[in-house]
């Protein structure tokens, strides 16, 4: 009897440290609820992902670049109106300064670029309130904030390809001006040495714009036109400099050989200096890093074996 009754109370602890545990896993499961809801929104992007993903795959032939490019043109047409209601001069002046220093998509005038933008915001919005407002439960708000996001892109996107561009033509142009000297010393006027150097030089933005320069002239435009065309698209202070001693040398009828090689070691000049003034900020842009991460780990080091030595640090 004594047996029977020291098993009935060894169940019942043991169920009662059963339900505690259960209880405990419970209420830890609780806790643990977003982190779930987090691992099943995750799959479900993972498998939508797969599902976009498996339909390019399979359907490539559908997305050929022609007809990409015709949707986008169909689309930017939709979206026109739209674009010309937005109606700010300075917005329009720095479109079109920083989309011709980009060089991107020449075919397109400013109201073409708003719409494009209207286009990108509209397509990231979409896609953000489907992946994270619908299946997440996210605010409308992130969407909102994606699509301004996507509105600015294509601005930054251009502004950062004509800063690049206009670094390389200030990086290229004093090399470019001595392989001119070399042709023109050569017995060559400008016309016939800027086709020479273009036929070996290699492909930068800044002999693309004097082959884009060289181009019109062949089509009838005159020298001096096809070059200030060309200054108006790169809006570069050292090119500007070069293409208007170019011009002035041609409208006066002087020779422009011993001009242009001064030139060219003003610009190389100017280039190391930027180069000395560009290696000088950097110790000045790496002092916030320092401070930041590296010299707190130093005073760890040095600091920290003192005081666990001190008695506060025994203790």
Known sequence: MIHFSNMNSTIASLVSKVLEYWTIATEFMIDMSWILDGLASGFVMYVVANLVLYGYREHRYLYQFDDKKKAIATWIKFLRPLA??????RYHQWIKLK?????FMPEWDIYDFIA???LIAGGVTILIFIMFVTLLGAPISFS????AAAFVYPLM?????GAKRQRSCFKDLPFFIDYLCL???AGLDFTQAL????EDAPKTPLSREFAFAMKNMRLGMTRADALRLMDDRMQNPSLKLFLQTVIQAMELGTDINQTLQALSDTFRSKRFVFAEEAAGKISVKMMLPMMLFILPAVMIMLIGPMVLNSPLGGM
């Open 144 to 147: 909102m904030a994606g699509g």
């Open 183 to 185: 042709a023109m010393g």
């Open 99 to 103: 989309k011709s220093q980009a060089a």
């Open 195 to 198: 086709g020479v150097v273009l």
């Open 84 to 89: 010309m209601t937005v109606q700010f001069p």
């Open 116 to 118: 494009y933008q209207f």
């Open 157 to 161: 996107s251009i502004s950062d390809a």
